[in-house]
């Protein structure tokens, strides 16, 4: 596995930890603590019930941010695939359509069955090789299906905006995938130079796209650090599961609270990389 397939893991990690972590507390406080609230039966709340209440304030603080940021994920998709279509054309064998825009741009959008689009301005700028890299690109976009996985990114990224860890993982993700993209890209084509130019011509490129061109390495995610964060969410699931499915309230061994902290060992590794 590369360095981008690590930090992309690392980042998938560091979002599903979360996300767990406060599925683990919705379902605590709503299957166990206000049930016995409601029927008056609950014990005088201790420091427990007090951290709880204040991890459950946090989870209706996300699901609060949440609706708002995947309308405005969708509305935004849809925006895009709204542009004045021009016709299509085969590009290295990919279907691709030419709007209407006086921008140069190139790109993939669709949730569930994603299409490529490149813009009149943008044909005006590129010569066949650099338009080739470009759909190259895009179509890496397309085959992994980015747009809904960045539609997740960022709605993770809004929801638990509160977190500085989750801050960055919007743009974290976009540009670990980007260079995904250009990897195949210059595979497909078989030079850097036509993605390269093409990058130039539409765009100011990140440095960090610009150095992985150059063939210099992104930094890695050790694979220790990867082996216990897979194990962490495994037990996390766990963990939801039991809160789930069992009839009375499970607990949570001593031995396991070290788990918890899974978000906060991934965040130095992999939300560091923007």
Known sequence: ??????????LALLAGSTALIA?????D????????????????????????????????????RLGPSIWRQARAQRRLRVL????????????????????PLAFCAGLLRPALYVS??????????????????????????????????????????????LRGLAHSSAALADLAADAAAVA??????????????LEEPAPERVDHLLGRP?????????????????????VAVCHLVLPAHPGVPAWMLPVFAAPALLAGRSVAYR
């Open 218 to 238: 992104v930094a890695a995610v050790p694979p220790g650090v990867l082996a216990g964060a897979v194990v962490a969410v495994a037990a996390l699931a766990a």
């Open 1 to 10: 596995m590369n360095g981008v397939r690590r930090l992309e893991l690392a």
């Open 120 to 165: 009149d301005a943008a044909l005006a700028r590129l010569g066949e090789p650099e338009l080739r890299a470009v759909v190259e690109h895009e179509a890496h976009h397309a085959r992994r299906r980015d747009p809904l996985r960045q539609l997740a990114a960022q709605t993770a990224a809004d929801a638990f905006g509160f977190l500085p860890p």
């Open 188 to 201: 497909a084509v078989g030079s850097r130079a036509p993605l390269a130019a093409a990058l130039l011509a």
């Open 84 to 103: 004045p279509v021009l016709g299509r054309r085969d590009v290295g064998g990919h279907a691709v359509t030419v709007v209407r825009d006086r921008r």
């Open 23 to 27: 599925l683990i507390v919705a379902l």
């Open 29 to 64: 406080v709503l299957r166990f603590h206000l049930p016995a609230l409601l029927a008056g039966s609950h014990a005088p709340p201790g420091h427990h019930d007090v951290a709880l209440a204040a991890l459950a304030l946090a989870d209706a603080l996300v699901l609060w």
